[in-house]
């Protein structure tokens, strides 16, 4: 059972970002810091990835744990079932966009939140190798 009561719930969710997080403008800056030109959020793209090489058709997703289901089986089980099915549902279409891109052409990232805050440095140098050797 939720203890927040629907308006508040309702504030607190309408402040979640769904593009141009903590997360993702920490690894953008560092990409770029290290030489790398990008585009965001490419709308010609299935599921709009949130950082895109065109030239090497390398596209990254910068996947939060809790809305895309970081070892979901561990912990899905402790969520009401509204939440079961949003993440489940956000999980499914991930993977439909990236084997739609895949079968186009696109090399395909997928970066964890918890990863870009705990080893950033090593996300940039695997990402800039991808790119540099597409």
């Known amino acids: 059972m939720d203890r927040l009561t629907p308006k ?5 969710m309408s402040r979640v970002r769904s593009k141009d997080t903590d997360i993702e403008r920490a690894l953008r800056s560092a990409l770029h810091r290290s030489g790398l030109r ?8 299935p599921g709009r990835p949130d950082i895109v090489f065109p030239k090497a058709r390398v596209a990254v997703y910068v ?7 970081y070892r979901f089986k ?3 089980d402790k969520l009401p079932l509204y939440w ?4 489940e549902k ?3 279409r991930d993977a439909r966009n990236r084997r739609r891109l895949r079968s186009m052409g696109w090399t395909v990232l997928r970066v964890w939140g918890h990863s870009i805050e705990k080893n950033l440095d090593s ?3 695997a990402i800039s190798y991808e790119v540099r050797c597409q």
């Open 8 to 12: 508040q719930r309702s504030r607190l």
């Open 38 to 45: 990008f585009r965001k959020h490419v709308s010609g793209l």
């Open 63 to 69: 996947d939060g744990d809790f809305w895309h289901g």
């Open 74 to 76: 561990t912990w899905k």
């Open 84 to 87: 079961q099915e949003k993440i």
């Open 90 to 92: 956000n999980r499914k």
């Open 123 to 125: 996300i940039v140098a």
